[in-house]
Structure formats: structure tokens, C-alpha cells
């Protein structure tokens, strides 16, 4: 994420200032909003004193530089957002890590073992469920691991086609690095530009692609992680059926079992052949019901995504008055027209009607990437902005979906803000299934806004659990969502997972809190990471 020390990405990318006034007034109508405030400078800033100094060697890629603590003491949620125009920087870490290679990994470990700190691994800082910042009820000092040096394409198989990447490889980077060859990775989350291949792995990170493999855990052919008891790495396989698959035990980890530094990737062709539609309902549940027959179509559209009519609305794809179904299809070796003719057919069988998709699609996927930039003026402006996601089997679809939007509905009345508006859409697709994701949009109260994104949080997570939904489908569980995750969690898979948390981190240096309850294991014999 760079320097910036409030909002998403860079300040080249921000919304201008004529920009910010046109959103402002396009969303005056429906919700009560203010001129945006002012976002805070870095003097305003007040932090803590460090409570360690790095020595010797380290102090070449370890230090407490004011702009590097404040800029690493949060993630990208509204709550983290909040705090910064708060001017709250109490969580900041005491010492900003940037290692130029494993061998700074290994050597921040142990430090930090030997000094008795808490080390948090940070990749782009998109986190937006609290997963990069320090523990609250911790009292060690806080190292933030920041990878962005350990990056870059090491090696390309073409023949398997796989790649090697370094952790703290960035979306854009890698992917130009594959363009020449032909090749893409074809992995492209809403964080795309500044999230890392690191952060993707220990998230379970989901793409933009709706059907088909999305997810980053269907890329890996092998990965390699430092832990404070050693290097952990896999072999280069594109199957494993010799036993528990150890790459799982990495996959979603969020920096709580090791250091991810580096993977193997399954890379393919990139697509030359593409066509769009958009099909449009009246009728919601017909919508749905033709997502679903997308989905168990078998032909594997790269996007079909149903976006409710605010949904649609508040992107500029849609009027106001349907819901939205944006099919893509797209591959490297022939051409695409009979399977969109198909979807187009499935999607009339339910009611759709047609217009063309270049227009409607292309100012979606403006909208979409540009939403974070959005998100943050509206917070500045004093509206709430936040979102949720969870997946669920097509037959509990309609009841979690009713009940999700009707708890955020009447949390946000109870917090004192009626009037507030729940859009949602689906954004992957399964046969037996779809994600569900939600955005929250209030006028926020005027004190305490993370107590009441909290209590939203708090009454959308009950409805999650009564429905039988997890916490999550592709943003990470993190510190906020960890103790609904633990309550939902059968007993001996949280005691497998604190087992393999005392194998690979008897101390709990790495990021406590995350995934398991925060605890301070008893100190013992100390293992060397190297």
C-alpha cells in the first residue's frame, strides 16, 4: 500500500476533488451524508515510543520510523478507517520489518523470540478483518513483518507451466512478468493492484473469476514457509493422496503458523477470445434461479455475477429496477460465442431479457475496482460502508440471504441509524452453492462508529451462525471475526489447529490472536529457525 497514511491505494488513484463533490451528491438523495472531512496528516499523529531498538545487522531492514509504524498499524476495514480519522494509532507496531530475503526472515524470528515480541506478517495491508494489526490484549512489543522486498518471479516452468513467486510479489508485477510468455495466473481479486501472492495464500483468497478455479488455493503446485522451528516446504505436485496434504496446513493460516516466503503456482494461457452479456430480472428469485442454472451449466463462465437492483444502481450498471446478471466467457483456444449463446438461453428460460454487456458490464467493472476509493470518501463524509460475505448450499440460499439483510437492517435501526440501506450480490458461483456478499450503507452515529460497525458485525454473524454459514468465503477471519469463528468451529478442529499452533510457534511470536484466541504460551527451550 505504500505510504499512504489514510485510505486505499495511492493518492494518484484517489477520487479527485471534483469527483468526491459528484459522489457526495449522487448519494445525498437516499442517505444523509456531510462534506467529507479531512483525512489525517502525519503530524497529527501521535505515537508511543518504540520499546525496542533493532541492533547490528538488522537495523540495516528493521526501524521505527514514524510514517512506517503509522502506516502499518491497520488494515483497509471501515473500523481501521474510522480510527485513522480518529487520529487512534495506539495499535501501531514498535519496529516496521522489511527484509531483503529469507535469511532477514530468519533472523527477525529469532530476534524477536529472543526479545520476547509478537511478530505480525504483512503483505499489501488490504486486510479488512483486522489481520495485521497488533494483538489488544498482548503486552509484547510488536514487530510488523512487511514482505514488499521479498518479491519478484524466480523461475518459470513452461512446460508444466508453473511459476515460482516470492511472497511479496504484487498482482501487477507478476503478472507482467508472465505477459511475455503468453502465460497469466488468472487470479485477480478486487485487491488485485496491491495485494501480494503471500497475502493471497494465507487468506484463501478468491479472484474475480465466478466459476471455475478462482480461488488461490486451486494454483498451488507447493509452497515454503519459515516458522520458528525451520523451513517448512513442499514438494512440486499437481495431486497429493499420500496422506493430510501439508500444504493445507499453510493455505489460510494468516500468518499464525508461519512466514509464507515463497509457491509454486499453476499458470496458464492467456485468453484471446472473449464475449459478455447481460441479462436482466424483474423478478429477484428468477434471478437467482438462473444464477444457479449458470452455475450447474457445466460450461464454467469466467463471470456471472447477480447483482441485486441496488446493487446495480449504486455501480451505475443497472436502473434501480432489476436485478443483474453479468455473464463473461473467455479462453485461450477457441472461440467463446456458442457458450454465451448457451448462457443466454439459460438465462431466458428464466425470465431474462438481454442488452448488450460491453456497457453496462465495463461500468460495473469500473465501479468495482474503483469502490475502495469511493468507500473512503463516504466514510470521511460520514456515512457507514461496510461489507460482509459468506457462501451457502442454493437450497439455504433464499433464507440466509432474507435473514442476513434483515439483521443488518434492524442492527443498524437499534444503533441509531434507521434508513440505513443492505445491498447484495453473488459473486462466485458453485453448483451446490453461491457467495453471498453483502454492503452495509448508514449514516453513521456520531459517537462511537466502531462500536456500531461492531454491533452490525455482531448481529450479522448470529444470523450467519443460525443459518449455518461461515464467517467468511474469501476476506479472512482476522481478529474480528475470530471469536464467531471459534464458536461455530467443531471443539477437536480448534484443538488440531492450537496442536499444529504449538508445533510450528511454541512461543506465539506470530500474530496471536489470529484465527485461535490470543494466549502467552509458557516459555521453554528456545528453537532456532535456522
Known amino acids: ?43 497529527e499523529v501521535d505515537l508511543t515510543p518504540p520499546r525496542l531498538a533493532p541492533a547490528g545487522a538488522l537495523a540495516s531492514f528493521m526501524g521505527s520510523d514514524p510514517l512506517a509504524r503509522a502506516t502499518h498499524t491497520y488494515g483497509q476495514a471501515y473500523r481501521d478507517l474510522v480510527r485513522r480519522l480518529e487520529r487512534r494509532f495506539a495499535p501501531a507496531p514498535d519496529l516496521v520489518a522489511r527484509p531483503p530475503d529469507e535469511g ?12 520476547d515480541a509478537v511478530v505480525i506478517p504483512f503483505g499489501g495491508g488490504t486486510s479488512v478483518v483486522g489481520g495485521v494489526e497488533a494483538p489488544p490484549d498482548d503486552p509484547r512489543p510488536v514487530i510488523s513483518l512487511d514482505l514488499a522486498d521479498l518479491s519478484g518471479i524466480v523461475e518459470v516452468d513452461t512446460i508444466s507451466r508453473a511459476a515460482r513467486c516470492r511472497a511479496g510479489t504484487r498482482g501487477p508485477d507478476l503478472e507482467a512478468a508472465l505477459a511475455p510468455r503468453g502465460l497469466t495466473l488468472r487470479h485477480f ?3 488485485f493492484e496491491f495485494s501480494t501472492v503471500g497475502g493471497w495464500l494465507a487468506t484463501h483468497a478468491a479472484g474475480h473469476y465466478a466459476t471455475g478455479p478462482t480461488r488461490i488455493d486451486d494454483a498451488v503446485e507447493s509452497l515454503r514457509a519459515i516458522t520458528p522451528r525451520g523451513i517448512l516446504e ?31 503456482l499453476r499458470v496458464v494461457a492467456r485468453p484471446t477470445f472473449h464475449a459478455r ?4 430480472f ?47 466467457c473467455e479462453s485461450a483456444d477457441h472461440p467463446v460465442d456458442g457458450e454465451m449463446a448457451r448462457l443466454g438461453e439459460l438465462a431466458a428460460d428464466h425470465g431474462a431479457s438481454f442488452s448488450d454487456g460491453t456497457r453496462p458490464d465495463a461500468r460495473w467493472r469500473d465501479a468495482f475496482v474503483r469502490a475502495p476509493y469511493a468507500r473512503d470518501v ?46 447484495w450480490r453473488l459473486t462466485h458461483l458453485y453448483p451446490d452453492g453461491a457467495a453471498l456478499y453483502l454492503t452495509v450503507l448508514a449514516p453513521a452515529r456520531a459517537r462511537d462508529r466502531v462500536g456500531q460497525i461492531d454491533e452490525v458485525r455482531a448481529a450479522l454473524l448470529a444470523a450467519l451462525a443460525s443459518a449455518q454459514a461461515p464467517v467468511t468465503h474469501h476476506h479472512g477471519v482476522g481478529r474480528v471475526h475470530q471469536p464467531a469463528l471459534a464458536a461455530s468451529s467443531p471443539e477437536l478442529a480448534t484443538a488440531v489447529l492450537a496442536s499444529a499452533k504449538s508445533a510450528l510457534d511454541p512461543h506465539g511470536l506470530l500474530n496471536p490472536g489470529v484465527l485461535l484466541a490470543s494466549s502467552r504460551p509458557g516459555r521453554g527451550r528456545r528453537d532456532s529457525v535456522g
Open 1 to 43: 500500500m505504500g505510504a499512504r497514511l489514510f485510505g486505499w491505494g495511492t493518492e494518484s488513484g484517489a477520487l479527485s476533488s471534483a469527483e468526491e463533490h459528484a459522489l457526495v451528491d449522487r448519494v445525498r438523495p437516499w442517505l444523509a451524508v456531510t462534506a467529507p472531512v479531512a483525512a489525517p496528516t502525519l503530524p
Open 104 to 115: 532477514g526472515v530468519v533472523a527477525t524470528l529469532e530476534w524477536a523470540d529472543a526479545h
Open 189 to 191: 481479486p478486487q485487491s
Open 234 to 264: 513442499t514438494g512440486r505436485h499437481p495431486s497429493w493422496g499420500a496422506g493430510p496434504d501439508p500444504r493445507a496446513w499453510l493455505l489460510g493460516s494468516e500468518g499464525t503458523l508461519g512466514v509464507i516466503s515463497e509457491a509454486w
Open 277 to 280: 452479456l447481460v441479462a436482466r
Open 282 to 328: 424483474a423478478d429477484l428469485d428468477r434471478g437467482v434461479a438462473a444464477a444457479r442454472a449458470v452455475a450447474q451449466s457445466g460450461l464454467r463462465p469466467a463471470n456471472a455475477r447477480l447483482l441485486d437492483p441496488l446493487e446495480a444502481v449504486v455501480s451505475g450498471a443497472g436502473d434501480g429496477g432489476t436485478a443483474l446478471l453479468l455473464l463473461g
Open 378 to 423: 463516504l466514510v470521511r463524509a460520514g456515512l457507514l460502508v461496510e461489507t460482509f460475505e459468506t457462501v451457502t448450499t442454493w437450497d439455504r440460499l433464499d433464507t440466509l440471504r432474507h435473514a442476513a439483510v434483515g439483521a443488518a437492517e434492524d442492527a443498524l435501526a437499534a444503533s441509531g441509524s434507521p434508513g440505513g440501506r443492505v445491498s
